[in-house]
């Protein structure tokens, strides 16, 4: 009833069946573990759950069905330039905490990620890569004395660094 | 900011150092990592905690400890076996990895490590609530056995100290009870003590304190002597003398290294936590709760694993607990 | 008795208090970084120290790490603790306002009344409490747990068929793992990374922190609204107002932080559960920015370091994962924790109340002071603040386990949150499934098993347990209070 005031975005009837799709494999893990079988089988949770889900979906795909859909597409509600590129940033700096350690891939992330999204500020150019690079440096060695230093975490340190750094650099 | 400029110039130089890292200074030059394979707070947790600053003192370097927790301590076996064989990692572990492959966890258990030293031991305490009627294990197993079914025993899940302690029993002749999974110990101690669970095998460390309190009856200790912190409770070969066959055996701590790592680095280990675990503060304190310090390594260590492993997992095969056949992974039937 | 004001009186301990209440706050307020964790560091630290100085630090560290876990929940959306959950509801729809200062203010103020009720429950009640807290059996838990997850009513937003699904989700999501009760994989894929199952905190950092970071991205270009910091200190008049509330709050606080099992987190969202259907005419409706939905929560969860406290010093049980690292603590300076450690050594109880105490007291100080420059942080611009939220998130996960596979969990729940809240879903149901979930499943089956797999022999022993039936016809009414009656009645006139 309330879902009358809303207007359908771009991709949510797809993402209703997405939802759908998850629920029937939570069902399945449960029926592995024998969630039809016992009351108390490792599977009854994971089952019951999975029941709720593929019911809600359900529910939730037809109300999907009777909203009028906004005019604008996918790109320009949902994914944006800004927050498209942003994930896509994200993506590749966590696939490089490993490889390269926390320290390298932090640092560029950071300044790569303040850079753009503050592009077309009030700043100039060569003043807007000064400050980004300033504050990512801050805050990596930030990072590094309060998790490193203080609570002893052992961040990423990067294999690729480990052939090519002397002993007594890595943990 | 330091750090940093150091890190990069490092990077610059990186080309020409590349050749020359293999031979490093003596062992241990740099502070060393201790995975704990357990929680904060727990016995192996609080027993490494407890060894480590005597070993450091030995060893001359710092060994930061981090707990990396999960699927019985596979979680943390495993990310130690993914770094390097320098001497640099130590496992901080107990008796699970010997049951990995007998219960599918994991394919990577102690044959990928070599022990550098078991620090104690703990001894099963079979306790009971405090209104039941039994004094002593005999009447709990008759009890059991004319009443199948409803006694309630708390567990700790398959392949831990009360599932094997009880199926260990039963091979003397069988019983059938209710084994409830609690999440360890505590827990399963509280659910005795409201009366949610009838009877359970706790570590002695950890139920010493709560039978000296008359909070909980203890009926026996899983040993062939009585033990110094229980006074006045007898050991469970007084009423079940083929039980010494399976003994010792109990929850045990140690610490392992990869297999493969020098041989200069295994020796400086070994050394220094042999001292550690010998310093007085350190049995003091095991022994004052319960444990019996170990402080073993090498062929003693390797022998004592073995037979714990072999009695354990045929133990489990034949209570028909067991997912893979111990005989399939070439466990040895214990003699 | 006289070693109650042995923290007070020794400049030492005054000052180690002093110094664990400030680093817990900030411990707190960093995500990622636990209480649990920084404990079991300090032990490792303190180790040839006299106990009473370790202890004093850890009781500071607890009581400044509850509470700082609103700070970031408060400020970002990101709740630096488990515990602090429940105060991202409606503490940071307060700070979109451009109330962060009062909502700071306010959270201190109560968070202290919360944790003395604490401290007063532990010194007059401790034994009482600790044998009520045995009396739960798994059955108990249960209907606590399945309370708890009636919250998905009242959390739902725009659709109740939405908040199921997400909280049914949640429950799907706190099973991967190894089963604790029989070791079997579940949702593992066969991969031994999977098997430590993905922490709540992970989640909790992604759907709530990430996903919210990413929809600012969507504001990019709006500034940042004034955050109004005339008035830190909440009024008397405020805080006899909801006096009443917060003394209910702080109840259902330490009792669930007595419960071995259950903590600050689970305490904190029953309080606002309570909150949500006692108060008739909150200052905005929940959700939106109520100071009642602010101050549930803040008061119970710091009155439940008091209550977890009680199974610790009375029976030798831990209350909570805190307090099994002091439990360590004490073993390791050679006490014998267990039930003797009352009889045998009283002033240890004594001046464990006291710390406690003092440490509430040096809470209001230093939580009072500084809540300018932090409300000020939110008027950092986006582009500046999104990516430095991003980094601390990535950071914060890591550190919970040392392990990368949660970070690519918390980065695939942000998106995936974000998904959720652009087509209309709420994520909070996602995080209370993850928090009660796994305690559904275990005492189900705890119940389940303990009667050998006869459910009419499960209904009789609760009908003959009076906790039980209680508990049961309490959840009775919570569920006949959710029903819109008056709707009904209309819908049926009609």
Redesign the interface.
């Known amino acids: 009833m309330?879902?009358q005031r809303?207007r359908r975005?771009p991709g949510?009837t797809l993402?209703g069946f997405v939802?759908l799709l998850?629920?029937l494999a939570?069902m399945a893990?449960g029926h592995r573990?024998r969630g039809f079988e016992?009351?108390?089988?490792?599977?009854?949770?994971?089952l019951a759950?999975?029941v709720?889900?593929a019911?809600?979906?359900l529910?939730?795909i037809l109300?999907t069905r009777t909203l009028v859909p906004t005019e604008a597409g996918f790109a320009t509600?949902?994914a944006?330039r800004?927050?498209a590129l942003?994930?896509l940033m994200?993506?590749i700096?966590?696939a490089l905490?490993?490889p390269i350690g926390?320290?390298i891939a932090?640092?560029a992330?950071?300044s790569a990620?303040?850079l753009y999204?503050?592009r077309g500020?009030p700043a100039s150019p060569l003043r807007g890569l000064g400050f980004a690079l300033l504050?990512a440096?801050v805050?990596?060695?930030a990072?590094?004395v309060?998790?490193r230093m203080v609570?002893?975490?052992?961040?990423?340190q990067g294999w690729m660094?480990?052939?090519?750094?002397?002993?007594?650099?890595l943990? | 900011?330091m750090?940093?400029r150091m890190?990069l110039g490092?990077?610059a130089a990186?080309?020409l150092?590349?050749a020359t890292?293999a031979r490093?200074q003596a062992f241990p030059?740099?502070?060393l990592?201790g995975v704990i394979q357990w929680g904060a707070g727990g016995a192996t947790d609080v027993t490494g905690r407890a060894v480590t600053p005597h070993v450091e003192a030995a060893l001359g370097q710092k060994i930061?400890?981090?707990n990396r927790t999960g699927g019985t301590g596979a979680i943390g076996l495993t990310y130690v076996h993914g770094l390097?064989s320098d001497g640099?990692t130590l496992l901080y572990g107990a008796e699970n990895p010997l049951l990995y492959k007998v219960l599918n966890i994991s394919q990577l258990d102690y044959t990928n490590f070599t022990p550098i030293c078991l620090l104690a031991r703990s001894v099963p305490v079979i306790v009971a609530n405090k209104d039941k009627p039994w004094n002593t294990l005999k009447e709990l197993v008759d009890d059991m056995k004319r009443n199948p079914g409803r006694i309630r025993m708390a567990s700790t899940g398959p392949g831990g100290q009360a599932h094997v302690v009880s199926t260990m029993i039963a091979s003397t002749g069988a019983f059938r009870h209710i084994s409830v999974p609690f999440d360890g110990e505590g827990p399963g101690l509280t659910a005795l003590q409201g009366g949610h669970a009838d009877w359970m095998t706790v570590g002695s460390g950890a139920v010493a304190e709560h039978v000296r309190a008359g909070r909980v009856k203890a009926l026996a200790v899983f040993n062939e002597t009585p033990l110094p912190s229980l006074p006045g409770v007898p050991p469970a070969t007084a009423d079940f003398p083929e039980l010494a066959r399976l003994m010792p055996w109990g929850s045990f701590y140690g610490v392992w290294a990869k297999k493969d790592i020098p041989d200069e680095a295994r020796e400086k280990l070994v050394a220094a936590f042999r001292t550690g675990t010998a310093n007085p503060q350190f049995t003091q304190l095991m022994t004052g709760n319960g444990n019996v310090v170990m402080n073993t390594s090498g062929a003693e260590a390797e022998a004592f694993l073995a037979r714990w492993q072999s009695v354990t997992a045929w133990i489990l095969q034949e209570a028909g607990a067991a997912r893979t056949d111990p005989a399939t992974l070439n466990i040895p039937r214990p003699s | 008795m006289g070693f109650f004001l042995l923290s007070w009186l020794d400049p030492s301990l005054l000052m180690l208090t002093a110094a664990g209440t400030l680093a817990g706050i900030y411990i707190g307020a960093?995500p990622g970084?636990s209480v649990t964790?920084?404990a079991s560091?300090l032990i490792s630290f303190t180790f040839a120290w006299e106990v009473n100085a370790a202890l004093a630090l850890i009781a500071g560290v607890f009581t400044g790490g509850v509470y700082g876990g609103s700070r970031s929940a408060i400020l970002l959306n990101i709740p630096g603790a488990p515990a602090a959950i429940a105060s991202a509801l409606d503490g940071y729809p307060l700070a979109r306002r451009g109330e962060a200062g009062v909502a700071i203010g306010l959270s201190t103020v109560m968070s202290v009344l919360g944790g003395f009720i604490g401290v007063i429950a532990l010194a007059v009640a401790a034994p009482v409490i600790s044998e009520f807290a045995l009396l739960f059996a798994p059955r108990d838990y249960l209907l606590l747990a399945v309370m708890g997850l009636l919250l998905v009513g009242t959390l739902s937003g725009?659709?109740l068929?939405?908040g199921?699904?997400a909280?049914?989700?949640g429950?799907?999501l706190g099973?991967v793992g190894l089963?604790p009760?029989?070791a079997?994989g579940?949702?593992t894929l066969g991969t031994v990374q999977l098997m430590a199952g993905i922490p709540y905190v992970a989640a909790m950092i992604g759907f709530f922190g990430v996903s919210e970071a990413?929809v600012q991205?969507?504001n990019?270009r709006v500034k940042p609204v004034k955050q109004d910091v005339s008035r830190i200190i909440p009024p008397w008049r405020l805080i006899r107002k909801y006096l009443p509330l917060s003394l209910r709050s702080s109840l259902i606080g330490v009792v669930i932080g007595a419960l071995p099992g259950t903590g600050g987190d689970i305490a904190a969202l029953m309080a606002y559960d309570q909150a949500k259907r006692t108060v008739k005419n909150p200052s905005r409706p929940f959700g939106e920015g109520a100071y009642e939905g602010l101050i549930a929560p803040e008061s119970a969860n710091n009155a439940a370091v008091g209550g977890a406290y009680v199974p610790m010093l009375t029976l030798g049980i831990p209350g909570d994962a805190v307090t099994a690292v002091i439990l360590g603590a004490l073993f390791i300076h050679g006490l014998k924790p267990g039930p003797m450690l009352m009889i045998e050594t009283p002033h240890l109880f004594w001046f464990t109340v006291g710390n406690l105490a003092l440490a509430n007291i040096f809470l209001l100080v230093f939580g009072l002071t500084g809540i300018r420059a932090f409300a000020k942080l939110v008027e950092c611009?986006?582009?500046?603040l999104?990516?430095?939220i991003?980094?601390l998130s990535?950071?914060g996960t890591?550190?919970i386990q040392?392990s990368?596979v949660d970070?690519?969990f918390m980065?695939g729940f942000g998106?995936f949150g974000?998904?959720l809240k652009?087509?209309?879903f709420q994520v909070g149901p996602v995080i209370l499934?993850m928090i009660l979930?796994p305690m559904?499943?275990v005492s189900?089956?705890r119940a389940?098993?303990s009667v050998g797999?006869d459910?009419g022999f499960l209904v009789e022993e609760a009908v003959a347990s009076p906790l039980t039936m209680v508990l049961m016809a309490f959840m009775a009414f919570l569920l006949l209070s959710q029903v819109k009656w008056r709707a009904l009645g209309r819908r049926l006139r009609s």
Request: glycine residues 6%.
């Open positions: 309330h879902d809303r975005e949510e993402f939802l998850m629920s939570v893990e573990l016992e009351v108390s089988a490792p599977g009854i949770t994971p759950a999975g709720v889900m019911i809600s979906a529910v939730i109300r509600r949902i944006p800004d927050i942003s994930v994200i993506a700096y966590m905490l490993e926390f320290h932090t640092f992330f950071l990620l303040i999204l503050r500020g504050l440096l805050s990596v060695v990072v590094h309060v998790f609570f002893t975490v052992v961040l990423p660094l480990r052939s090519i750094l002397p002993p007594g650099w943990l | 900011m750090h940093r890190l490092g990077l990186a080309p150092l590349g890292t490093a030059s740099r502070d990592l930061v400890l981090q390097p640099y | 960093i970084l964790m920084a560091i725009e659709s068929a939405k199921l699904f909280g049914a989700l429950i799907a099973m089963d009760m029989t079997e579940r949702f990413l991205l969507h990019l611009p986006p582009s500046v999104i990516p430095l991003l980094v990535v950071v890591y550190s040392n990368v970070v690519y980065l998106i974000y998904l652009m087509y209309g499934g979930g559904i499943d189900w089956r389940v098993i797999d459910l």
